[in-house]
């Protein structure tokens, strides 16, 4: 990721002569150069070319696409750029595109504008051009409209920058199954087949039985090195150093794994536990706390959209976490929704040091997992899913407040985080069963919906957004008009 950079192409032509074209040129370079110091792009934004012609066009973008570094293009027309010229290009074009619709000078100078200043500055006029060009092929662009020097502006860009680099990860990512999904639920079922080709995620299967043989392969000596970690990372309150152990034990088994496959992600599954003696709980949250992504009861969509996510923030920052909805408190004083699960919720989202502790589980059938016990910490937050509506992939984001618990809750003895859904719980609640949202999601503070958005754009999927404006009747208009489009595609 830290290696990703975006490609600055502006627009132009041969009507104006060699000295507007060199300051159009010295320009995008200060352009790109000053927008990747402003410390608002997380990837540098780096100047290629002023494009005159066709042939110069297609050539930079067949480059952008060849070098595995460029995450996208960022393209700005200083002057008039005729859009025809920009056709066999953009048709062969295979990473994420920005319309940055900008201009260099921020206001119009009343005492020098005339028609030299008027050709050298036609950005008004050139985004037009080129804008068509971009609807008329019906390709994924972002537009971003500001003034380049504007924080807000920058903030945009980078914004969509990350959903970019999300986005080339994507492309590489594999998730480790073990074991299968959980036994007749819809909403983890999906079509591995269809996610390659949209996302580029290899969703394949590790045999449980292959994860106990390596874990009865990992040695004393590196479960003492995982024990130091957790004890640096994390409090202790059990006695029962065996079980923490395990955990260690198959962590570092599954860590060797995902490393030995190139993986990004993986899944476990309660009821596929041959050959183990826990399901991995505190193992699979401290995998989760170095970024990996993570589904329970084989759910690998989940986990995959996790593993991208986590690539999505701007700062570099980790705090998100695998969640699923579990129960509401509808009080008078306040309506908000718990999430948790019975073991594996990632620690970064937590409010203070996390604790380690062991307890029965009720579940599986198997030895009392260790587990990490925390509270998720105040602050806006976003939560999302992906689910597979048979003919098309559909990505789910609301906007949430997550609240520092409003019960103590001293018997529950996992990780857990309460939230305000926008616009309410109510509302939010009703919006999200009736596009099919899953109980198992991505909660994230890094990100924001915009950002989901971007995504969905670029991977070409559906996207569906509850917000504080969104109501019940809009929303049921939305998905209408949304499953009637989709199905045309």
């Known amino acids: 990721m830290n290696n990703y950079r975006f490609w600055f192409i502006v627009g132009s032509q041969d009507l104006y002569g060699k000295e507007v074209l060199d300051i159009v040129a010295d320009r995008g370079r200060k352009m790109a150069d000053s927008m990747t110091k402003s410390g608002y792009l997380p990837y540098p934004l780096e100047y290629h070319l002023t494009g005159r012609n066709c042939e110069e066009i297609t050539e930079v973008i067949k480059d952008a ?11 700005f027309c200083h002057t008039f750029s005729p859009s025809k010229m920009w056709i066999n290009g953009l048709s062969l074009l295979q990473k994420p595109y920005c319309h940055f619709a900008t201009q260099y000078n921020r206001e119009i100078p009343n005492d020098e504008i005339d028609m030299d200043f008027m050709n050298l500055n036609q950005a008004a006029h050139g985004d037009r051009e080129h804008g068509y060009i971009g609807a008329r092929m019906n390709l994924p662009v972002r537009v971003i409209a500001g003034h380049w020097q504007d924080p807000d502006t920058q903030k945009e860009l980078g914004d969509w920058m990350c959903a970019a680099a999300a986005a080339m990860f994507s492309r590489n990512l594999k998730v480790m199954r073990f074991g299968d999904n959980m036994r007749e639920v819809a909403v983890t079922e999906g079509d591995k087949v269809e996610a390659q080709i949209r996302f580029g995620w290899q969703v394949n299967t590790c045999p449980v039985g292959r994860l106990a043989e390596v874990v009865s392969e990992v040695s004393e000596e590196e479960v003492d090195r995982q024990m130091e970690a957790y004890h640096e990372r994390y409090e202790f309150h059990t006695q029962q ?5 395990y955990q260690a034990r198959e962590e570092v088994a599954i860590r060797t794994l995902l490393n030995h496959n190139g993986c990004g992600a993986f899944v476990t599954n309660f009821q596929d536990l041959f050959g183990l003696r826990q399901l991995p709980g505190l193992a699979a949250q401290d995998l989760m706390r170095e970024g990996y ?6 759910d690998w969509k989940v986990a995959a959209m996790l593993a991208v996510i986590d690539r999505m923030s701007k700062d570099g920052g980790h705090c998100a976490t695998f969640m699923e909805y579990y129960t509401y408190h ?12 019975m073991l594996e919720v990632d620690p970064s989202v937590s409010a203070g040091k996390a604790v380690v502790e062991v307890h029965p589980l009720g579940i599986g059938g198997k030895e009392d997992p260790a587990r990490l016990v925390f509270s998720g910490k105040e602050g806006d937050a976003v939560i999302s899913c992906l689910v597979d509506m048979g003919d098309h992939m559909r990505l789910i984001a609301q906007d949430i407040h997550c609240v520092e618990p409003v019960l103590s809750m001293p018997h529950l003895p996992v990780a857990r985080v309460m939230w305000q859904p926008a616009p309410d719980l109510k509302t939010g609640l009703e919006c999200w069963i009736m596009a099919g949202g899953s109980h198992h999601t991505v909660l994230s503070y890094d990100i924001n919906a915009r950002q989901l958005r971007d995504f969905a754009r670029i991977m070409g999927i559906e996207f569906i957004h509850i917000d504080r404006n969104t109501t019940v009747d809009s929303f049921e208009k939305e998905l209408e008009i949304n499953r009637l489009l989709w199905k045309l595609r």
């Open 65 to 75: 696409n060849r070098d595995d570094t460029c995450a996208g293009i960022v393209t």
């Open 241 to 245: 150093e065996d079980a923490v152990r």
């Open 293 to 298: 992504g993570f589904g329970a009861e084989g």
């Open 330 to 341: 509808l009080s008078p004083q306040g309506d908000y929704t718990l999430g948790s699960h």
